[in-house]
């Protein structure tokens, strides 16, 4: 295994480097180690323009939001740059589309132009630029534990943003109450499951946080945000507790959806 030196074969320079970690490549046959020193990020950012990753998301967005926590908790948001871009199932934004085909938020545009979605993969991909804790553990138990709490977190804010577009979208005359009521008995059961089983989300105090919980507390957030009369709290006190202790994190204080 021979060490770069900076010879001049010219090579692609891996997205790894960029993000600041060694890599080993294959050039002329041979597998050479390529490191990501500082003098190499400062050379590599300013042929670039920057290396700094844009994520297309809206402040609204329970998912844009797991993201942005995750990059808070895991000391990654100055390698981010959030770009405002709004976009619903009946306005798709054109320029949003040309980065991800479904036209959804968020989206990661990394610095070499590829893009990342939905929110699971951005947070997996934010997950191996951090020598940290992982949100999302790598084996064992606990990573179908974490990974099950994640999908019912996620379900719930799915739900309720389908029916948000229901009523703040649909003209009235075509929407259908019944299939409204269906997607809100999956947000009601999911917080039901939850109330009864707090334990599942693990400490709110935490000083690492795993994916399972973020996911939970952005869609409790975005129920706050954008369905308050649902008043989930009335006939949930053990995960409104867990949601009040769980909410003084900075990394919630700072993206809190403003009206
Ligand atoms: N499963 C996706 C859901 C993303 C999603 O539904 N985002 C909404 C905004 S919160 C969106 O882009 N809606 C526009 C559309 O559905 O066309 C994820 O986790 O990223």
Wanted: aromatic residues 6%; contains cysteine; glycine residues 8%.
């Amino acid at each position: 295994m021979a060490d770069y030196r900076g010879e001049c074969i010219p090579i692609p320079i891996p997205a790894s480097i960029l993000a600041g970690q060694d890599a080993t490549l294959t050039v002329a046959g041979r597998n050479v180690n390529m490191r990501a020193s500082k003098q190499d990020l400062r050379r590599n950012a300013k042929k670039l323009g920057g290396t700094k990753m844009k994520l297309l998301s809206a402040p609204a967005s329970p998912f844009g939001r797991k993201v942005k926590i995750v990059a808070i908790e895991k000391g990654l948001l100055d390698r981010i740059e959030i770009v405002a871009m709004p976009t619903t199932p009946a306005a798709p934004n054109e320029q949003l589309a040309r980065d991800n085909p479904l036209a959804k938020i968020p989206t990661l545009v990394l610095s070499d132009g590829r893009s990342l979605y939905d929110s699971f993969v951005i947070c997996d991909y934010l997950d191996t630029l951090h020598a940290g804790e992982k949100a999302i553990p790598a084996a064992g138990a606990r990573r179908w534990a974490v990974l099950t709490v994640h999908a019912l977190g996620n379900g719930i804010a799915d739900a309720a943003i389908l029916c948000r577009y229901e009523t703040a979208l649909r003209p009235e005359a075509l929407r259908w109450a019944d299939w409204t009521r269906g997607q809100m008995k999956k947000v009601t059961g999911g917080l039901d499951w939850l109330d009864s089983n707090v334990a599942a989300l693990g400490s709110a105090g935490a000083s690492d946080v795993d994916l399972g919980q973020i996911a939970v507390a952005c869609a409790l957030g975005y129920l706050d945000f954008r369905f308050a009369d649902v008043n989930w709290r009335a006939t949930r006190p053990r995960l409104a507790g867990w949601f009040a202790a769980f909410s003084q994190r900075a990394s919630m204080q700072q993206t809190m959806p403003a009206a």
